[in-house]
């Protein structure tokens, strides 16, 4: 593994570059950062979330802190399911950001062709697929956890914010950080608000003791987002 050089606890995409030039001399021709360095959710353990143009295949060092997907250069102005990626995984929901929060800190700004529909069927699918398994293994966990034992706050946080995002997703197309749908799906619930709001203000660094409460929060957050959406399994 590349050890890589940090600003705080989270890589920079400028820094990143530097080591990749030193890597791959001439081959970066595009660089297009999305995620939460351009969506104003930077927090301690934030990976810096960047896709990579290449002029030829060729394999990136591994980095501690960076989330990196490889294309060749001009990929990004083809659909997303013509794309086959060097590195990483391409999506209709990647395509969606690159095109309309991402931040291009190399080469011209891609065109990411796309459509709301093809946004839409992959988040309904991942909610099924690949948050419904991890929500229904914290259902199983909280009805024997210990009374009065904190929960771990990493794993927490991300299925208790992270199908909020989709869930604002699919119901108007935009792209919000994780926070930012914390704060929504508490609008949305204000039953469920004071915990959902304790789930961010953990995520910005608070000191905030999580419980089996803030778990079970964060199932029926889940179970009501597929009732809103009408998503059947």
């Known amino acids: ?11 920079t995409a400028e820094r990143y570059l530097e080591l990749l030039d030193d890597h791959l001399p001439e081959l970066v021709v595009g660089a297009h950062v999305y995620g939460s360095q351009v969506l104003g959710d930077v927090v301690s353990d934030s990976d810096l979330d960047i896709v990579i143009e290449l ?18 250069a001009g990929s990004l102005e083809k659909p997303v399911f013509d794309v086959n990626p060097l590195a990483g995984e391409v999506t209709p929901v990647l395509w969606q950001q690159l095109r309309t929060v991402g931040q ?3 080469g ?15 988040c309904r699918e991942n909610l099924i697929s690949y948050w419904m398994p991890n929500i229904e293994q914290g259902r199983a966990a909280m009805t024997n956890w210990p009374a009065g034992k904190l929960v771990p ?24 950080s994780k926070s930012r749908a914390g704060e929504l799906a ?4 204000p039953d469920l608000a004071p915990l959902i709001i304790d789930l961010v203000a953990s995520r910005r660094g608070e000191d905030v003791p999580l419980t089996v409460g803030h778990l079970r929060a964060s199932v029926d957050l889940f179970d009501r987002i597929l009732v809103d959406l009408d998503v059947t399994t």
């Open 1 to 11: 593994m590349l050890t890589c050089v940090r600003l705080g606890d989270v890589i």
């Open 55 to 72: 002029s030829a295949p060729a394999s990136l060092p591994e980095v501690r802190g960076a989330d990196v997907a490889a294309v060749l």
């Open 104 to 106: 291009t800190v190399r």
């Open 108 to 122: 011209a700004r891609p065109t990411c062709p796309g459509t709301a529909a093809e946004v839409e069927a992959y």
């Open 153 to 176: 706050c990493e794993g927490l946080l991300w299925a208790g914010l992270g199908p909020a995002r989709l869930w604002h997703t699919i119901r108007t197309g935009g792209i919000v």
């Open 186 to 189: 508490a609008a949305r619930w």
